[in-house]
């Protein structure tokens, strides 16, 4: 066996002597999963999720894809099927994080349609408003502005004409007499989705399109068609 190869793997198995790192590798032996979806699971601080994050990453057991502002980490495949057999996905008891409601909680286990897309006031929620949102940043349409619960977001060029294209009305929404577009923490994924009145343009925008229904038991709001597709329309193609 070449040098490096046994290095390699004493690298992997020093990595694996912490009961922390092997909380999150079992937990990534299930599926994919974001550093807040650890946290969550775990309940482990975020520093230290992501701390053993990077021991994993750099012994090559973990792997990450970039998705817009997050990343997802997985167990790397050919180590994944050797420790299958002595670090089963069961030794992970999930538990409810710092600032998760219990309410909130019982969806997340669910993943109910509430956590998915939900009416947060007058805006959307939920998993696929989380996501929209950090597709608009990556995309460039919005510029985001402070940190933590301060977070604030300011239209660029590119994303006036976007929007415009998809038929949101920027032009009320500025004139509403409230905050144009801020991080609205969400009720279930512990990041901001789009507040303000810009957000508000938005769900008016995929109601008014049949891209959403709003359920008449629950705060839900039914996917009629992908987000993805109100993503790609563009002027000649929008809906009126």
């Not at 999150?24 to 994050?53: C, F, K, W, Y």
């Amino acid at each position: 066996m070449a040098i490096n190869r046994m290095q390699e793997i004493a690298d992997a198995f020093c990595a694996l002597g912490d009961q922390g790192r092997l909380r999150v590798l079992s937990v990534l032996l299930t599926g994919d999963a974001t550093v807040s979806e650890l946290v969550a699971s775990l309940n482990i601080p975020q520093p230290r999720v992501s701390m053993h994050l990077a021991r994993l990453s750099k012994s090559g057991l973990v792997t990450s894809t970039r998705r817009g502002r997050q990343k997802t980490y997985s167990a790397e495949a050919a180590w994944a099927q050797r420790l299958e057999l002595f670090l089963p996905p069961s030794t992970s008891t999930p538990t409810r994080a710092a600032g998760v409601s219990a309410r909130a909680w019982t969806e997340i286990r669910a993943n109910s349609p509430v956590r998915q897309l939900r009416r947060c006031y007058d805006h959307l929620g939920g998993v696929l408003s989380v996501q929209l949102l950090h597709e608009m940043i990556r995309r460039g349409w919005l510029i985001q502005s402070g940190t933590g619960s301060r977070l604030t977001y300011q239209l660029s060029s590119t994303g006036e004409h976007e929007f415009l294209a998809r038929g949101v009305n920027v032009e009320t929404a500025r004139a509403r007499r409230r905050s144009f577009a801020f991080g609205c923490m969400d009720w279930t994924e512990r990041q901001p989705h789009l507040g303000g009145s810009l957000g508000v343009a938005v769900m008016d925008c995929l109601l008014n399109q049949g891209f959403v229904r709003p359920r008449r038991e629950n705060r839900a709001v039914e996917l009629l068609q992908p987000l993805e597709s109100w993503l790609k329309l563009t002027p000649t193609s929008r809906r009126r």
